[in-house]
């Protein structure tokens, strides 16, 4: 297909001195005995995170070659977004990665806003950290009971995850009305303000994830077979990492100190103090860990938006929320989402739909290094490893 | 059959329990359908949080989701097919053994739902294979797959093991295996299966 | 950070012949672009990745643009020899007439690179390439052997907008199987027919709307 050289003399961490696809010699060699398996994991579910399919080449018990084939759930997103307003766009986006529907909205609002210069009001900042970091929070646990569960610990730890996000998926549904699918930014501000009962049902319901994450704590972080598991697995260096775009825990499980909301500080994120969690060791554990901590830290952003979260407007009032055309022009805006650098690229040829709509799936990119990690380990430590990535179909496929 | 409700009542209370072979067959096979663990897309979430403690699935004797096709019951379609995906479910939907179900959870899986625009989501799944109970919904909500799972033990305990109507692994003449679509240069051939679905007549 | 003209500068003394051009962003966001050469972008992408100063060592977001023929119609001023009558004598007189002109303006497909530094944490900066046309030269070159983030979103704008990507370790589709052959995000794709038409309550309600319209004397087109 290509004429041009590839180069030699590029960094080897990069994909360059790999030949074509599939065909290409084996990385890792194999030792010589038996015949290599070809094994096609999925698309009817290789664990519990949708309709994604590996093609994984074994020698053995050991990976030799992994190959991820995306488009099960190719859903047209952006497509079907070029041709509706800009407002219109707001509940596919919910759609994208269904677990954090808010923080979804939230980067698309985002980046609308920086199309068009919006201001947003100060109560719904706060309001959008709020949920933002309650997303975070259910998207975490869910994320650990998960991996767990892809483990062999068959519903225990995902029964204490879910049992947590049904508290805070009630707390969306009577805010937004709708459990999963809340629709609730806008440009300019949000949808509907919270009544003062449910900021003090938030303020409950908060102080009761401390607990959560204490369970957790106990329950798994010493479990010898969890340790036994996950140590040692699915090593993504921090060289590789940057340079594969990995963003979001993952990446800063792998020690580089990364995260959006403190180097962009967009919404008013600076307000706040919290740390940002790094692993050492670069493995499925940290990446565990680093969820695990980073939802205390999310607790602690928690409390003190809702200590502070002052009064006034949810939307700006001389906001156009809807049947606007911005000048034209482009803009990229972005988030720390819960998986990683969720962002949004729009041009605006000056009508009312965007010219181009792109949305940076933070799970697509995430999984470039899934065969590096998995390269050399055993079948059933790939499904772990697959499973600390922490993706959701809807956004890898869009 | 014949046996008159009063009466079996009554006997009932004597300690003496009367049935039909249907009533025990059908009583058996509602209480006891396994799903098959396939989710594809954000109704899955939704049904996964049907098992969980809170909706707690296990009630209706639903709650062990089997990842082979050959030990489950029924097929939740849960979330949006799409044109790359509608062979996969075909084929999974054949291998499953007779009796089988579906249902189709949610907009999408009935009718391409706020997808339906796209040119690689499929319009239905209802397209290619037969569906019992439809659960309308962007996701649906748990209550409604409980419901849903309501519905169709009813559906089963009102089969007739012979006769017109009797249920498809009863019949031997029944269709029991599906055409499995084919991903062509621009969709999939035939776009639809017209032994399952054939095109709406509008009437003005 | 350094400005886009700052950038353009240092991009020209490190890469010699490196044609680039900025490309002025009007909207508010104010992220200008830079447009490179196709024929060394693979070198600029180097320096960029390399410099110690810009250290753009993540790239986040690549993505497809297609920019279909456009035809424009512009009105041009014409001088043109007419033979007229002028007093019984036939004579050539000049005279100027507004004309419309049509003028295709060839399109082509655009690959967008949002580029960021983890080190130094700034960014973006936003780079563009042009294929030559829409049709037969598609080609650009791949940037994945710089930044490996590129590998995936490569493969979906090949998939989706049909750029070939040179020097692509793995190029084949992403998202739709492999037997399709349509580009399905450029503009002038057709859908497959496919859509049956299917009654829903919408149509109820639109035709309902419509009865109210005509009844206040105003009928307008459904949907409106
Ligand atoms: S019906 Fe709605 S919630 Fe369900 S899969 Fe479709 S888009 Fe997702």
Redesign the pocket.
């Known amino acids: 297909m290509s004429n041009l050289p590839v180069d030699e003399a590029i960094d080897p961490l990069t994909v360059t001195g790999r030949p074509d696809g599939w065909n290409r010699p084996p990385l890792i060699e194999p030792d010589g005995e038996g015949e290599l398996l070809e094994v096609a994991m999925g698309p009817h579910h290789p664990s519990t995170h949708g309709v994604f399919r590996m093609d994984v080449a074994l020698d053995g018990e050991r990976v030799i070659r992994l190959k991820p084939v995306f488009g099960y759930l190719h859903r047209n997103h952006e497509k079907i977004a070029e041709g509706i307003s800009y407002l219109a766009s707001m509940p596919y986006t919910d759609?994208l990665d269904?677990i954090c529907p808010l923080t979804n909205n939230w980067a698309y609002a985002l980046a609308v806003e920086k199309l068009t210069g919006q201001e947003v009001p100060e109560r719904a900042e706060y309001l959008r950290v709020i949920l933002g970091e309650l997303t975070r929070f259910q998207n975490h646990a869910s994320s650990i009971g998960f991996l767990i569960q892809e483990m062999g610990a068959s519903g225990t730890p995902l029964m204490y995850a879910f049992r947590e996000r049904e508290k805070i998926l009630d707390l969306f549904e009577e805010l937004t009305g709708a459990r999963?699918?809340c629709n609730y930014m806008r440009f300019g501000g949000c949808r509907v303000d919270p009544t003062a009962a449910w900021l003090d049902k938030t303020r409950k319901v908060v102080a009761g994830l401390y607990g959560f994450t204490e369970e957790v704590d106990r329950l798994l972080s010493g479990n010898e077979i969890l340790m036994a598991r996950t140590q040692g697995v699915g090593i993504l260096r921090p060289e590789l990492a940057v340079n594969a775009g990995v963003t979001g825990p993952m990446l800063r499980a792998s020690g580089v100190n990364y995260d959006i909301r403190k180097v962009d500080g967009y919404s008013i994120y600076n307000r706040f103090s919290f740390k940002v969690p790094l692993g050492d060791h670069w493995d499925v554990y940290d990446r565990y860990m680093i969820r695990l901590l980073e939802m205390r830290e999310s607790i602690k952003i928690l409390e003190q938006a809702l200590k502070d979260i002052p009064g006034g407007p949810v939307m700006d009032p001389k906001a156009k929320i809807r049947g606007f055309r911005p000048k034209p022009g482009e803009a990229y805006g972005r988030i720390e989402a819960p998986k990683g650098e969720l962002g949004f690229y729009l041009i605006s040829d000056g009508g009312p739909n965007p010219y181009r709509y792109r949305v940076r799936p933070p799970s697509l990119i995430n999984l470039t290094v899934l065969e590096d990690m998995a390269l050399g380990a055993n079948m059933a430590d790939v499904v772990l490893i697959f499973g600390s990535v922490d993706i959701v179909l809807?956004e890898v496929d869009r | 059959m014949a046996v008159d409700e009063g009466l079996k009542i009554e006997l009932g209370k004597q300690g003496v329990l009367v049935t039909s072979l249907q009533e025990l067959y059908n009583w058996g096979r509602r209480n006891s359908i396994w799903p098959m663990q396939f989710g594809?897309?954000?109704?899955a979430i939704?049904m996964i949080a049907t098992t969980m403690a809170r909706y707690d699935l296990a009630r209706f004797g639903a709650e062990v989701f089997r990842p082979s096709p050959r030990q489950a019951d029924m097929m939740i379609i849960?979330?949006?097919v799409t044109k790359k995906m509608a062979p996969q479910v075909v084929r999974l939907y054949n291998q499953m053994a007779e009796p089988k179900y579906v249902i189709a959870?949610?907009?999408?899986?009935i009718s391409g739902?706020?997808?339906k625009q796209g040119y690689n989501v499929l319009k239905g799944i209802d397209r290619y294979i037969p569906v019992d109970v439809h659960i309308p919904?962007?996701?649906p909500r748990p209550e409604a797959l409980l419901d849903a799972f309501i519905t169709l033990q009813k559906k089963i305990d009102g089969q007739h093991l012979t006769g017109e109507g009797r249920p498809r692994h009863l019949d031997a003449e029944a269709q029991g295996e599906f055409p499995v679509p084919v991903q062509g240069e621009h969709d999939l051939e035939p776009a639809s299966n017209p032994g399952v679905w054939t095109v709406p007549v509008v009437i003005r | 950070m350094k400005t886009v003209e700052e950038i353009k500068a240092a991009i020209e003394a490190a890469v010699p012949g490196a044609g680039v051009e900025i490309v002025p962003n009007p909207s508010v966001s104010g992220q200008h672009s830079l447009r490179l050469d196709p024929a060394t972008a693979r070198a600029v992408g180097k320096f960029l990745h390399d410099d110690t100063e810009l250290a753009l060592d993540f790239l986040s977001n690549v993505t497809g643009v297609d920019w279909p023929d456009k035809e424009i119609a512009e009105k041009v001023k014409v001088t043109r020899t007419v033979t007229k009558t002028v007093d019984g004598v036939e004579q050539s007189v000049e005279e100027t007439v507004d004309e419309t002109r049509k003028r295709v303006e060839p399109g082509c497909l655009e690959a967008v690179y949002h580029l960021y530094s983890v080190t130094r944490k700034h960014g973006p900066v936003v780079l563009r390439m042009r294929t030559v046309n829409r049709t037969g030269q598609v080609s650009l070159p791949s940037l994945t052997p710089v930044w490996r983030s590129a590998e995936f979103q490569e493969r979906e704008v090949f998939d989706l907008f049909g750029i070939v990507f040179e020097g692509h370790p793995d190029l084949r589709r992403l998202l739709m199987w492999d037997a399709f052959t349509d580009h399905p995000m450029r503009r002038d794709y057709v859908e497959p027919d496919d859509f049956d038409y299917e009654p829903t309550a919408h149509d109820e309600v639109l035709a309902r709307a419509q009865a109210h319209k005509d009844a206040a004397g105003q009928g307008t087109e459904a949907g409106q």
Do not use: D
């Not at chain 2, 594809?40 to 109704?43: D, F, V």
């Not at chain 2, 959870?105 to 899986?109: D, H, K, L, S, T």
């Open positions: 759609r269904y999963m699918m809807g | 594809l897309a954000c109704c939704e849960s979330g949006t959870m949610g907009a999408c899986a739902g706020p997808f919904g962007c996701p």
